[in-house]
């Protein structure tokens, strides 16, 4: 059974770099055909794509957070990762891995999330 | 930008049908999924391109779409499916959702 697991710091201070890791489990992040991304959520508000990438590592992401945000694959590891710069307390949010096939549009499986918090 | 319009609420009785919409531009040319998440919960796909539904989704949930606007339809509605639903689709290479839907079974 495929599961997606996020690891990153909770706090972050504003104007630092937030960095998260998706684990992923029970498949290869090599294989064809599939897109890893990230979509977060800030508290009582709605989804958000940041963005995603494919396994070979030709990433997508959303025009709003272009500017900021890095995604990468580490294929050694079985896992990829999300780097937001410069933040804020907008930044602030429950950030979640998901995985989506090459050619289609939904995301399924998503991890648990992981709460970032960005204050000093 | 491209954006996915959903009512902040539905309320249903139990056994009845609960409808969910989700406006866009030119929606029905584009191909729709639905999520639905619980409180404290990461979101769960119920509909995928339109009208199919994943493995374990129940069969009272359904999916349309026709010109600007999709809809998810969940017939015969426990309260078990009191959540939020988000539509989603992708505007080029952008991937958008929908503003979200509180559905209340009352």
């Known amino acids: 059974q495929q599961q997606l697991q996020e690891s990153g710091p909770g706090l972050v201070e504003p104007s630092e770099t937030l960095s998260l890791t998706c684990i992923v489990s029970g498949a290869s992040i090599s294989i064809r055909g599939y897109y890893w991304g990230w979509i977060r959520q800030p508290p009582g508000k709605g989804l958000e794509w940041i963005g995603d990438i494919y396994h070979s590592g030709t990433p997508y992401y959303n025009p709003s957070l272009k500017s900021r945000v890095s995604i990468s694959v580490e294929k050694s590891r079985n896992q990829f990762s999300l780097k937001l710069t410069s933040v804020t307390a907008a930044d602030t949010a429950v950030y979640y891995c998901?995985?989506?096939?090459?050619?289609?549009?939904?995301?399924?499986?998503w991890g648990r999330g992981t709460l970032v918090t960005v204050s000093s | 930008s491209y954006e996915l319009t959903q009512p902040p609420s539905v309320s249903v009785s139990p056994g009845q049908t609960a409808s969910i919409t989700c406006s866009g531009d030119?929606?029905?040319?584009?191909?729709a999924c639905w999520y639905q998440q619980k409180p404290g919960q990461s979101p769960v796909l119920v509909i995928y391109?339109?009208?199919k539904r994943p493995s374990g989704i129940p069969e009272r949930f359904s999916g349309s779409n026709s010109g600007n606007t999709a809809t998810l339809t969940i017939s015969g509605t426990q309260a078990m499916d009191e959540a939020d639903y988000y539509c989603?689709?992708?505007?080029?290479?952008?991937?958008?959702f929908g503003t979200g839907t509180k559905v209340t079974v009352l």
């Open positions: 998901a995985k989506r096939p090459a050619g289609g549009n939904w995301f399924d499986p």
């Open positions: 030119k929606l029905g040319d584009k191909s």
């Open positions: 391109e339109v009208t």
């Open positions: 989603q689709a992708w505007d080029s290479t952008t991937a958008v």
